[in-house]
């Protein structure tokens, strides 16, 4: 149940940037539209193709420059945020109708520390149908797994997000390992309502892609280091 002042509760969302003009005007946008309370900072990571630039031109838009790397570009937003709850967003996500009240509905619940929703990722004009099964096995992830990807637009009450530290300096994954963090105070609950994602980096190499959103997770447990990981990803982005 959502508390009377829900609507007033500020919500901050952390843009994560490096190189996205060509989608961060449309993803800022939207919260022209989305009702509720929204605090929205873009920290980007040294992007030269004008992405600050852009950003800086959505009114009430805060943008900042930030350590490459999401996790220290996540953190260097959170650092700033005045909202009680945090929303970190991926420059290419779409938050599904009624987000502020999904989000907070969501925090509402004793039990829970942190949320995120679940991911429809949007295929290109040309993608072929063998690639766009890649897609419905990336979609279904989100709705069996526990452990939510940062692409699922993770959300944590701030307090709760300093608490665990804010996300580890790592190259990869550091998604997981503040989720895990997170779970040892709380519960993490996924939201039906599904969050919309650019299928671009599936789209680029499917089987790559796929291949490290499966095992790379179990991988991390074993032990294996995540700069060797990371060099096998690519840029995370």
């Not at 996790?71 to 502020?100: I, K, M, R, S, Y």
Request: proline share 7%; hydrophobic share 45%.
């Amino acid at each position: 149940m959502v508390v009377p002042d829900a609507a007033m509760t500020r919500i901050s969302v952390i843009i994560p940037t490096l190189d996205e003009a060509a989608r961060i005007g449309g993803c800022l946008e939207q919260f022209q539209h989305q009702p509720g309370s929204w605090e929205v900072i873009v920290a980007d990571g040294g992007s030269v193709d004008g992405t600050l630039q852009v950003a800086a031109g959505h009114g009430a838009v805060r943008t900042l420059a930030a350590p490459p790397g999401r996790g220290p570009q996540q953190n260097a937003g959170a650092a700033v945020a005045t909202g009680e709850v945090l929303l970190f967003l991926h420059a290419d996500a779409t938050l599904p109708p009624g987000a502020h009240g999904l989000i907070l509905s969501c925090l509402a619940e004793g039990s829970v520390v942190a949320g995120a929703f679940r991911v429809r990722h949007q295929p290109g004009r040309w993608t072929s149908s063998w690639r766009r099964a890649f897609l419905r096995l990336a979609n279904l992830r989100s709705r069996y797994t526990a452990r939510p990807y940062g692409d699922q637009g993770i959300f944590v009450r701030k307090a709760d997000f300093e608490a665990v530290g804010g996300f580890p300096p790592r190259p990869l994954m550091e998604d997981l390992h503040l989720v895990r963090r997170l779970a040892r105070r709380g519960g993490i609950r996924v939201v039906r309502a599904a969050i919309q994602v650019s299928g671009r980096r599936f789209e680029a190499g499917p089987v790559k892609a796929f291949l490290c959103m499966t095992c790379f997770p179990l991988l991390d447990r074993l032990g294996i280091p995540a700069t060797l990981l990371s060099r096998f990803y690519g840029r995370p982005r």
